[in-house]
T-cell receptor, first 113, second 108 residues
Framework: DAGVIQSPRHEVTEMGQEVTLRCKPI?????LFWYRQTMMRGLELLIY????????DSGMPEDRFSAKMPNASFSTLKIQPSEPRDSAVYFC???????????FGNGTRLTVT | GQQVMQIPQYQHVQEGEDFTTYCNSS?????IQWYKQRPGGHPVFLIQ?????EVKKQKRLTFQFGEAKKNSSLHITATQTTDVGTYFC????????FGQGTTLQVKP
């Protein structure tokens, strides 16, 4: 079991550019979560999916953020256009079913200049 | 998920001292999960508590779930520098909201 795989590990981009973060959950896991972590705001839940369907996206900061899960083994979080305040570590996590432990990826450290 | 409040937010201890962090809720919790995040790392699942009054141990770590299932604690005996990190508790019932956690610093 390779665990949750995120790419890239680091992303540096200029303000206004589009950023796409990728996540491969653990095979067989029904739930996928996207979190953002900063010193000021801690670990924020952005959106989560159940069986590829978005269940709650109320944590998505604004329309510049979008997330998709086209199949059970892949999800993307896109920011377009990116802004310096989007700089953070973005984590993807998956769990087998509701109530099961979360398994986090190593995260993507995003820096927007 | 049901949100819990965690205290303290920060704790500095001398290596060898004990450490405790507490989670409290105004409502009855169906379960409590504890996670640890090392500096620069990602949260890692430690344990889940489900039953009223449950106590579980992992080496020097002791986890408790209150009788009323409204609070939980994590106690570390004789801290080591490897215990440094942020400890989170959450109630895992769907939407999973993490609080600020308790950040532990251990002075060697």
């Amino acid at each position: 079991d390779a665990g949750v795989i995120q790419s890239p590990r680091h992303e540096v981009t200029e303000m206004g550019q589009e950023v796409t973060l990728r996540c491969k959950p653990i095979s067989g896991h029904d739930y996928l979560f996207w979190y953002r972590q900063t010193m000021m705001r801690g670990l924020e839940l952005l959106i989560y999916f159940n069986n590829n369907v978005p269940i709650d996206d109320s944590g998505m900061p604004e329309d510049r953020f979008s997330a998709k899960m086209p199949n059970a083994s892949f999800s993307t979080l896109k920011i377009q256009p990116s802004e310096p305040r989007d700089s953070a570590v973005y984590f993807c996590a998956s769990s087998a079913k509701q109530g099961s432990p979360l398994h986090f990826g190593n995260g993507t450290r995003l820096t927007v200049t | 998920g049901q949100q819990v409040m965690q205290i303290p937010q920060y704790q500095h201890v001398q290596e060898g001292e004990d450490f405790t962090t507490y989670c409290n809720s105004s409502t009855t919790l169906s379960n409590i999960q504890w996670y640890k995040q090392r500096p620069g790392g990602h949260p890692v699942f430690l344990i889940q508590l489900v039953k009223s009054g449950e106590v579980k141990k992992q080496k020097r770590l002791t986890f408790q779930f209150g009788e009323a299932k409204k609070n939980s604690s994590l106690h570390i005996t004789a801290t080591q520098t490897t215990d440094v990190g942020t400890y989170f508790c959450i109630s895992n019932t769907g939407k999973l909201i993490f609080g600020q956690g308790t950040t532990l610093q251990v002075k060697p």
